[in-house]
């Protein structure tokens, strides 16, 4: 006999997961029209120039990649972002800016699994395209606050940093551009070493190794240092500037702690501005992350169009939940089991379980034939709060019994006030 087991990364979800997830997921939706965000959905197999253009060879080597049958070769996307720069420059050209998009759903990574760590994984996705305003930056931080707060999570913070100071510095030292993402890919991943020792002159390694110095628990203090850092680089000190106005909006407008790193790098390529990243202090991974990419509709062929985002991982955001023991606040209806005493009331049992639905009651409806009994000790078992048998007495007067499973009390009750009963 076959063993079948999940492909190595990929894994099932579900039971209490299964609702976590689509818990998160309907939160993220939640957020997003709260924001004036408009959901769209795209393909997960997009063409491999697409997802390779500008999102790093991090992502580039990780990608799963075939050919499908008409000899083109085509990717699972490894994010959102990619397919959302495609929409702005196609059908959504002509829409009036700014665009505010949202999507969720599967991406794809041959990352090495481990906890956090998918080779499937889910995203929810929120992309603002139009504007260079310090803003459109902080709403975006500021979204990725609400939806960790509405979920339920406490004590996450903000990691937050400016790629234009690290490319403002390298690129006056006239370090080329894949040199520079090079540097950055090393940086992303705290291999300072590595990073530094590809700068080609030792001013260039010794301002490099400086930013590491900049760091305060102040995060206003950092941004000053910065400032002062790099005050002869005048691409880096625009750079500061923006991100000491960024910083300012979120503070003011009371998103929690953060942390400003002047050495932090992200593996995405495209990111020409702010970029960060959401913790919790019981996970070292990131639970979100994004930034500004001013450059990458361009490059698909549309006009000079700013825009910022970010993603945040479904999966890690599980986990978080699962880690700070956090009790979902789900609205769930009560929960009913529905039996007939015998065949020729099926109909109309099915009639109630239906009217009960439309109240929003969760029914189960007796599907197994068997015995009250054995029914009645399964739906307890199941957690069921009520059963309500059909039966032909009471069925003439217009009434059925509804059974308390918890109690083991049972009350003849009509009908019409049958959800209202269940729903006191
Ligand atoms: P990213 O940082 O690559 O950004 O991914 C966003 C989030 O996806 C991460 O913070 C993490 O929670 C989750 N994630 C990443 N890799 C894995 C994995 N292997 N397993 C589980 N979860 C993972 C982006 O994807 C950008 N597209 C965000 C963005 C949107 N920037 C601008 N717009």
Request: hydrophobic share 40%.
């Amino acid at each position: 006999m076959p063993n079948f087991q999940t492909v190595r990364g990929m894994r099932d979800i579900l039971g209490e997961e299964a609702q976590t997830f689509t818990y998160i997921m309907s939160k993220a939706r939640e957020t997003a029209e709260l924001y004036g965000y408009k959901e769209v959905i795209t393909p997960v197999v997009e063409p491999i120039e697409l997802l390779s253009a500008k999102s790093g060879e991090e992502i580039r080597q990780r990608m799963f990649i075939f050919k499908d049958l008409g000899e083109r070769t085509v990717a699972l996307r490894p994010e959102f972002t990619a397919s959302i720069a495609r929409l702005a420059t196609s059908a959504l050209k002509n829409e009036p800016k700014p665009l505010r998009l949202f999507s969720v759903g599967s991406v794809y990574r041959y990352d090495e699994p481990q906890r956090g760590r998918y080779r499937e994984f889910w995203q929810s996705n929120f992309e603002l395209i139009g504007s260079n305003k310090p803003e459109a930056d902080a709403e975006i931080i500021l979204l990725t606050n609400s939806l960790m707060k509405t979920v339920g999570l406490h004590g996450y913070a903000f990691k937050i940093g400016h790629i234009g100071v690290i490319r403002g510095i390298l690129s006056k030292e006239n370090v080329d551009d894949k040199t520079q993402n090079a540097i950055l890919q090393h940086m992303d991943k705290k291999e300072y070493e590595g990073a530094f020792k590809l700068a080609p002159t030792d001013k260039c390694r010794n301002k490099l190794e400086g930013l590491l110095q900049l760091k305060r628990n102040d995060c206003f203090e950092t941004v000053e240092n910065i400032k002062s850092y790099v005050a002869d680089y005048e691409k880096a000190k625009v750079a500061a500037e923006n991100l000491s106005d960024v910083l300012k909006l979120i503070v003011e407008s009371g998103c929690p702690v953060q942390v400003v790193e002047p050495a932090f790098a992200r593996g995405l390529e495209y990111y020409t501005g702010m970029i960060f990243e959401v913790y919790i202090p019981e996970l070292d991974i990131a639970l979100g992350g994004g930034g500004r990419y001013d450059r990458l509709i361009e490059m698909f062929g549309g006009e000079s169009t700013p825009a910022v985002g970010a993603a945040h991982g479904i999966d890690r955001v599980a986990l978080a939940l699962q880690m700070q023991k956090t009790t979902l606040a789900c609205k769930s209806g009560k929960r009913v089991l529905v039996l007939s005493v015998n065949d020729s009331l099926k109909g109309e049992a099915l009639k109630i379980a239906q009217q009960l639905r439309i109240s929003g009651i969760i029914v189960e409806f007796e599907i197994m034939g068997r015995k009250m009994a054995k029914a009645l000790e399964d739906a307890d078992k199941r957690k069921a709060d009520f059963a309500v048998i059909v039966g032909e007495r009471e069925l003439k007067e217009r009434a059925v019994v509804l059974r308390n499973l918890a109690k083991r009390q049972q009350h003849i009750v009509s009908i019409k006030e049958l959800a209202e009963k269940i729903n006191s």
